[in-house]
């Protein structure tokens, strides 16, 4: 086990720089997801770390000593592939073993790991069979035995959970949570799936073409993004971008939407807001679950507004509502027996406590 | 093969109602009848040299029905499983043909691999290059081919022209360019994740080849195998022209210059040894075919 450190790293193809410049520093024994959208490079910097692909420029290392040019094979790592890359000539025991059979460890020691890998992911039955005759999830708890018995000093998982469906992935992430939690290998994880990233890491790495957005544990890419980026990709439904702009009202400051709509800041929020100009663009980013129907009894901090509501979607413990602010399309979260109706009209509560306000040119959060 | 497939499918499929089943219905008796025609007209001429063979020379001139044996005999066949002569061309073609077989394995595979995988400057012009040298005639080829073994062999000393192992140098410019090619094909279908996780789970290049890429690809192998040995057992041109000697032929060279002797044709015989040279490969064929076919399924699951 060991941690491993990125440098500057960047990757050039031709003319297309896949990766520029990144810096991660990643701990022992933590778990990382790479998160953002296709194309960020995300699985170029997990391929990198690997050694498949050569770095452009920049270093990597592994347990304190720089990798760049060492063979993968050299660099004590294993990975776990999207679709399993299974040797499908071989049975699950003999995959699992391949590894170890190349670097001639004595049969006992490999039976032994084996036995024990199989046994901690509940595959013992299974040991026999060819790749072909197993399920999707089976042949991935199959992958990562194989990385498993190597007892590597870094696991790389790209994408492991992409060709199952929805609700085996749901039990693999649970598998694969479990499976760090026994054995405890840094591990590199990259996803483009965000409830994934949330629920799976320690630290969530966003990034967005080519470049880090925001490194952070799950809450706080949650709670306190840096860019617009992170704020729109981390969370679902995603968060809203209402634009706005700041006015001084009687020796308070107003957030104003629309011509119809403004709303004071809570004191906190004001003291913070304060010193941008009024003139400047904005946008208010407040994410469903803060839009919320009304009460009687509201807490401080959460104002009211009347809107007319386009579609609702009833999820069951939640109902999604969706109306239009002067064009933005908006989405909140009430209560299922708010009486939403589609066409409705219907008083919201939008809590400024949770509010974000970013900087409309820059997306930056400000 | 797809005369296989169809056979497993037709039986069990019964008329269903819907225009669908209906077109199938039809789709099947077209290809049923094409099917009948094409066996038709591909095994009526092994079945006129079975008759044939199987008639005494007198028969064979006699002018009687000749789709029919009034007298069948086995002389033939006697005559030349214990001819020398011809068990020397047996014998020639075999080792030929096994050893050409052998030498272009060990060529194509490595060839294939390294432009199918280890991705060099101009692999990808290579491996259309290789394709192209197939695609010139050996009826282009024998005349440089013959100059170029005189000139080796007055500059070395060796004897080469006139020697039966001559050809061993000469099958694998017909057999190695397709058999890389089909190699190549078969080794791009192979998904690139798989010798990646190879990699990572510490093999070398050739590791990756003799563990992973060879047992995945064997039904690409066996093609080519089959390939490779077919060509070879059934040249004709090459042996005709760089071998002279009768104890240097080839089976399908030996068979047409000492059966036929001036305008005299020994038709018993030469259909004889047709059928006995047509065995080799047919029986290759029969063995390797059912592991072929298993093999590709095999290697249709997502790896």
């Not at chain 1, 049975?91 to 670097?103: C, D, H, I, W, Y």
């Not at chain 1, 807490?299 to 007319?308: A, I, L, Q, R, Y």
């Not at chain 2, 049923?32 to 092994?46: D, G, N, W």
């Not at chain 2, 000492?258 to 004889?272: A, C, P, R, S, Y």
Request: hydrophobic fraction near 45%; glycine fraction near 6%; proline fraction near 6%.
């Amino acid at each position: 086990m060991a941690d491993v450190a990125l440098r500057k790293v960047v990757k050039r193809y031709d003319d297309v720089e896949a990766v520029r410049g990144i810096d991660l520093d990643i701990s022992d024994h933590e778990f990382i997801v790479l998160v953002g959208p296709s194309g960020c490079g995300k699985s170029t910097t997990l391929r990198m770390i690997a050694g498949l692909e050569d770095i452009t420029d920049g270093d990597i290392m592994i347990g304190g000593d720089v990798v760049n040019d060492v063979p993968p094979k050299d660099r004590d790592i294993a990975m776990v592939f999207q679709n399993y890359a299974l040797y499908p000539h071989m049975t699950v025991a003999e995959n699992m073993s391949f590894g170890l059979r190349l670097k001639h460890y004595p049969k006992a020691e490999i039976k032994a790991r084996v036995t024990e890998a199989a046994r901690l992911l509940d595959i013992t039955d299974l040991i026999d069979r060819k790749p072909k005759q197993l399920s999707g999830g089976q042949r991935q708890r199959v992958a990562m035995g194989r990385a498993i018995v190597r007892n590597p000093k870094v696991f790389l998982f790209d994408e492991p959970l992409s060709n199952l469906d929805a609700k085996l992935r749901v039990q693999m992430r649970i598998e694969i949570k479990k499976v760090h939690q026994k054995v405890r290998t840094t591990t590199v994880y990259v996803t483009h799936d965000q409830v994934e990233a949330m629920t799976l890491a320690d630290r969530v790495v966003v990034m967005n073409k080519g470049r880090i957005e925001q490194i952070g544990t799950p809450n706080e890419l949650y709670h306190k993004p840096a860019t617009r980026f992170v704020a729109g990709f981390i969370g679902s439904p995603a968060m809203n971008f209402i634009p706005c702009r700041l006015e001084d009202a009687g020796g308070k400051l107003n957030i104003r939407l629309t011509d119809r709509i403004s709303f004071p800041l809570p004191p906190a929020r004001a003291a913070r807001y304060n010193v941008l100009p009024r003139t400047e663009k904005l946008l208010l980013g407040i994410r469903p679950e803060h839009l919320t129907e009304s009460h009687a009894h509201l807490e401080p901090g959460v104002e009211t507004f009347d809107t007319v509501l386009d579609v609702t979607e009833p999820m069951g413990m939640e109902t999604l509502v969706y109306f239009g602010l002067e064009g933005t399309p908006v989405c909140g979260r009430v209560d299922p027996n708010a009486g939403a109706k589609d066409g409705a009209p219907m008083r919201l509560a939008v809590d400024l406590n949770n509010m974000h306000l970013l900087n409309e040119a820059t997306g930056a959060v400000l | 093969m797809s005369m296989l497939a169809i056979d497993k499918g037709g039986p069990s499929r019964k008329v269903k109602y819907g225009s669908m089943s209906r077109d199938r219905t039809w789709a099947l008796r077209w290809s049923y009848f094409f099917l009948v025609l094409f066996a038709a007209f591909s095994l009526i001429p092994p079945i006129y040299m079975l008759i044939t063979s199987l008639k005494s020379s007198a028969e064979i001139s006699a002018a009687t029905n000749p789709w029919w044996v009034f007298h069948p005999t086995l002389s033939n066949y006697f005559e030349l499983l214990t001819s020398n002569q011809f068990l020397r061309f047996f014998w020639n073609s075999a080792i030929v043909s096994i050893v050409v077989v052998i030498v272009t394995m060990l060529i194509s595979i490595p060839a294939a691999f390294a432009l199918a995988r280890m991705k060099f400057w101009g692999s990808a012009t290579l491996a259309t290059g290789v394709f192209l040298t197939y695609l010139i005639p050996d009826s282009l080829l024998f005349i440089p081919l013959f100059k170029m073994l005189a000139v080796i062999q007055d500059f070395t000393g060796i004897a080469l022209l006139n020697r039966w192992y001559v050809l061993l140098l000469i099958y694998p410019t017909l057999t190695v360019p397709f058999c890389t090619w089909i190699m190549i094909g078969y080794f791009a279908s192979i998904p690139k994740e798989l010798d990646e996780a190879a990699i990572i789970d510490g093999a070398s290049w050739l590791q990756t080849l003799m563990r992973i890429f060879i047992p995945v690809a064997l039904p690409g192998l066996i093609a080519a195998t089959i390939f490779a040995f077919t060509v070879s057992w059934a040249q004709f041109l090459y042996p005709l022209v760089f071998t002279t000697s009768v104890d240097q032929f080839v089976l399908p060279v030996g068979i047409t210059t000492t059966l036929i002797k001036g305008d005299v044709f020994n038709w018993g015989q030469i259909m004889t040894g047709a059928l006995l040279g047509a065995a080799p490969p047919l029986i290759i064929y029969a063995f390797l075919m059912d592991y072929y076919i298993a093999g590709l399924t095999a290697g249709a699951t997502k790896g």
